[in-house]
């Protein structure tokens, strides 16, 4: 389909694009060090009366007009108190509970609630103490820095957070330009676009979507009941994005085509292995694709990688003949 659409090339060259200033604030440094803290923290078991940062782990049950709601039950369930992770004034009710300790208390859902159903109704709350943690923070120090392996003072560790983030700034930096070069092209380019290849990338997108919130451990038919919409309304509000995307993916082969930009079989390859060493797949001592590559299809991930070379090819060609300022 793709090589039977006639896409007429605006320029491509000498395209502007204007760089931002790019600078890490001493509060990122802190944050980042801060979650460095928190990752090292010793956690002891009390027996006191829980309070705002202590860690515990409840039972709990969740009812609505005398009904348990769908997911209102939980055990062992962990959390730190005062991170906001559950309903507003929920965690607030359980500071001074003891281990054992069982309490039962009602908290108005707000209206804006994500979830409609239970969205300002009143919940009747069943809670059961069963752990208190104190969570112990090492001081932030030299010594701190000194046991991350790496860091001789606090001073080295800062440094080097600040080059980190400095480094992710810069890459997200790179793409946003990348994005406004190709998509200045595509405003001065004129293509038809068939409206099979906007369906498909819209399931490209409802798939990628899906992976997303998996990944948070929420269910795709389970959002779209919370939200009370369905696959094909979303589609439609990304119906428009998903036409960019289609545009952008035809100028980029289009200059490539142009361009005659074809990975070599060694690059391919060489990205290939790169890949497949991630996933634990043998590469053989001599080089070359391994013959067997576990449950990826190989032919396909060939495909695939040469397109994310010549993608790559095509942006630096952009970014290599842009007025960058």
Not at 180 to 204: G, Q, T, W
Request: proline share 3%; net charge negative; with cysteine.
């Amino acid at each position: 389909m793709t090589n039977e659409i006639k896409v007429e090339l605006g320029n491509y060259k000498g395209l502007e694009a204007k760089k931002q200033e790019l600078k890490v604030e001493d509060k990122e440094i802190i944050n980042a060090l801060d979650y460095l803290q928190k990752s090292r923290a010793k956690i002891i078991t009390i027996n006191k009366p829980a309070q705002e940062s202590n860690r515990v782990e409840i039972d709990f049950e969740t009812r609505l007009a005398g009904v348990q709601i769908e997911n209102g039950v939980s055990k062992n369930h962990p959390l730190i108190i005062g991170e906001g992770r559950f309903l507003p004034g929920f965690e607030k009710e359980l500071e001074g509970m003891k281990a054992s300790e069982e309490k039962e208390f009602l908290l108005k859902v707000p209206e804006d609630w994500g979830n409609k159903n239970i969205a300002g109704k009143n919940l009747n709350f069943k809670v059961k103490m069963n752990l208190v943690q104190e969570r112990q923070l090492p001081e932030i120090n030299d010594e701190f820095a000194k046991s991350l392996g790496k860091f001789d003072s606090l001073k080295a560790l800062r440094k080097n957070i600040e080059q980190g983030l400095m480094q992710e700034k810069e890459i997200v930096e790179k793409q946003r330009i990348r994005i406004e070069l190709i998509e200045e092209v595509v405003e001065k380019s004129k293509m038809e676009v068939p409206d099979e290849l906007v369906e498909k990338e819209l399931e490209n997108m409802v798939n990628e979507f899906k992976m997303n919130i998996n990944q948070f451990g929420i269910d795709f038919e389970t959002y779209l009941t919370q939200i009370k919409a369905t696959a094909d309304e979303l589609k439609k509000g990304w119906k428009e994005q998903a036409e960019k995307r289609v545009k952008i993916g035809l100028c980029i082969k289009a200059i490539a085509d142009k361009e005659k930009i074809i990975p070599s079989t060694q690059e391919i390859e060489e990205r290939m292995n790169q890949e497949l060493t991630r996933y634990n797949v043998k590469v053989p001592p001599s080089g070359g694709i391994p013959p067997e590559g576990g449950n990826i299809d190989l032919v396909v991930f060939k495909e695939y990688t040469e397109n994310i070379l010549i993608n790559e090819k095509v942006f630096e060609l952009l970014e290599r003949e842009a007025k960058i300022i």
